[in-house]
């Protein structure tokens, strides 16, 4: 029964101990080390696991399927742990003290920059999550601003009714503008005119005596017709401000009607949900609502923070860790089997040597046999030419003798 019990566990120590990447043949040696390693596992394992979650709601936001999810953070979850595994498994013990020294950081800050950028990439769609409402709320706004802009952008640019309706407008406050300009300047000119009348009765400003007299007359008469005038186009034109503006204000109920028939037409509203709603769109979402708020900033990065610690901390333990029986035995395995290479690498070499002073041997005694050779041929051709110019010579000396006979007197005069 005990020994039922202890199966699953013993079982589950084994993978957490092979998880951090140890030799589960060298650690039955070392069995001090377990513990140390086992801690080494359980994090990797942990984390694969926070990754596992992290990758599978990122993809379920994104795509809406459960089921891909699930295989998509399956096999999110075993990448992790593979980078992860492999990460601190490359890492050695460092120098053996407790202490972290700059060699070490130099000597692991490649692997550390790994550790740092899977601690945000774990720690993103965690923080997706947390800050769902936040995120859910701003997206809500970011679709209202986007309905707005394409309400706009389809009123101004797409529809030439609307085109020509907003041009009429603009022509329309431009008159009305015009209209205001006139009705304003002919009220100053009425004030101003009114203001040198009653300054010349009160006061007698221009011609020192104030009250009636022939040059308030005249100011008088001049302010009336100024009156006269400015009634006179006040009238006129703010009818006609009054008709433009009853004109722009039918324009602009033309122009809401047709670019509501132009959204329900092309359904820009659903096309903006739709867009709306991926991840990218949730993490500008989360960077917007950051940036507005320090609080959430703050928590964004703890949250940060906290994963690269995660996974970094195996690294940095590793750095940290003394020297144990496991480091030694693990040191003395790949001492003996570099011994062995080096000394399988000597007796190859030395055999290729044996086969090279063999075959110069034979190469020797074969040019040794040649040169035998040629020296017997030389010998012979040398012979033959003897004795070919032995028998030149006689038969040279036989001719000569025959022409002495023959001739002794032209032989003498030769």
């Known amino acids: ?216 007359d005249e100011l008088k008469a001049k302010a009336d017709r100024a009156l006269a005038d400015y009634q006179k186009y ?3 034109y703010t009818t006609k401000i009054s008709d433009n503006n009853k004109s722009i204000h039918l324009l602009n109920e033309q122009i809401n009607k047709q670019t509501k028939q132009n959204l329900e037409a092309s359904e820009l509203s659903k096309r903006v949900i739709e867009q709306n709603t991926g991840l990218l769109v949730r993490l500008e979402a989360l960077s917007q609502i950051t940036s507005r708020s320090s609080t959430l900033l703050f928590a964004k990065w703890l949250i940060t923070i906290l994963f690269i610690f995660i996974e970094i901390s195996p690294i940095l333990f590793k750095m940290m860790t003394e020297r144990g029986t496991y480091d030694d035995i693990l040191d003395r395995i790949k001492h003996e089997a570099k011994v062995k290479q080096l000394l399988l690498q000597s007796n190859i070499n030395e055999e290729i040597n044996t086969a090279v002073k063999v075959h110069a041997n034979k190469n020797e005694q074969k040019l040794n046999a040649e040169l035998v050779a040629n020296k017997d041929l030389l010998l012979s051709i040398s012979k033959a030419q003897a004795e070919i110019a032995q028998v030149a010579i006689e038969e040279w000396k036989k001719e000569q003798l025959e022409k002495v006979k023959n001739d002794p007197s032209n032989m003498i005069k030769s």
């Open 1 to 216: 029964m005990k020994k039922l019990i202890k199966y699953p566990f013993q079982k589950l120590r084994d993978f957490f101990l092979w998880a951090s990447g140890a030799d589960l043949e060298i650690l039955k040696q070392a069995p001090t080390d377990a513990n140390k390693y086992f801690g080494i596992g359980g994090t990797i394992i942990f984390t694969a696991l926070m990754a596992s979650f992290a990758g599978g709601y990122a993809i379920f936001i994104t795509f809406n399927s459960a089921l891909v999810a699930v295989f998509f953070g399956l096999f999110w979850g075993a990448l992790i742990f593979n980078l992860d595994r492999y990460i601190v498994s490359t890492f050695g013990v460092g120098d053996g003290k407790k202490t972290i020294s700059k060699q070490e950081l130099l000597e692991g800050a490649p692997r550390l920059l790994m550790a740092v950028v899977l601690g945000f990439v774990i720690a993103t769609p965690l923080e997706l999550k947390l800050f769902e409402d936040s995120i859910n709320e701003q997206i809500g706004q970011n679709v209202r601003v986007e309905r707005q802009n394409l309400k706009n952008e389809a009123s101004a640019k797409n529809d030439p009714l609307i085109v020509n309706w907003v041009a009429k407008i603009a022509k329309l406050e431009k008159d009305n503008n015009n209209y205001q300009k006139v009705i304003d300047s002919k009220l100053n000119t009425y004030n101003l005119a009114d203001k040198d009348q009653q300054d010349e009765w009160n006061t007698g400003k221009f011609s020192g005596k104030p009250g009636k007299g022939e040059l308030w």
């Open 234 to 236: 006040e009238s006129e």
